[in-house]
């Protein structure tokens, strides 16, 4: 019997909290990645004057340098997603929301303290040891 390959749903969605303006009045701009029904906001570290935003099109209105250099942000937010996504279906590992916005931040690499780094060149030192001088390694 083949395995049945289950079909995932998956989406990303930018959108404004015009409830949460900011100080300088424009409103944060989120990003919120829909995996199977399951949901992941992302705050983007954008925002946008609130009348200056086009939901249809989940990018910021206007022509002018601000407005391209925002929405040239946003497509390239999306295509890191994308591509997170993309990723994690060829490798066969576990799509979820909370796994693609862990690794959109970074979070999914293994993080070592200094302690370890340290104790693992001190082990490495021991099996392999090699008489150093100032100016590098010293032929025997």
């Known amino acids: 019997m083949g395995e049945e ?6 989406s990303v969605l930018f959108y404004i909290k015009k409830q949460k303006l900011l100080k300088n009045g424009e409103a944060p701009i989120c990003m919120r990645i829909t ?10 570290k954008r925002s946008v004057p609130a009348e200056l935003w086009n ?23 999306r295509a890191k997603v994308l591509q997170i996504h993309r990723e994690l279906e060829m490798d066969g590992k576990e799509v979820s ?22 104790a693992e060149h001190q082990a490495f030192e021991d099996v392999y040891p090699f008489p150093v001088s100032s100016g590098g390694f010293v032929p025997e």
């Open 55 to 77: 939901q249809a099109k989940e990018c910021s209105k206007g022509k002018d340098r601000t407005a391209t250099e925002l929405n040239y942000y946003i497509g390239n937010v």
């Open 5 to 10: 390959k289950r079909r995932t749903t998956f």
């Open 35 to 44: 995996v199977n029904r399951q949901k992941a906001e992302i705050m983007i």
């Open 97 to 118: 929301a909370a796994v693609v916005r862990d690794r959109f931040y970074g979070r999914d690499k293994v993080q070592r303290s200094l302690l370890e780094v340290y």
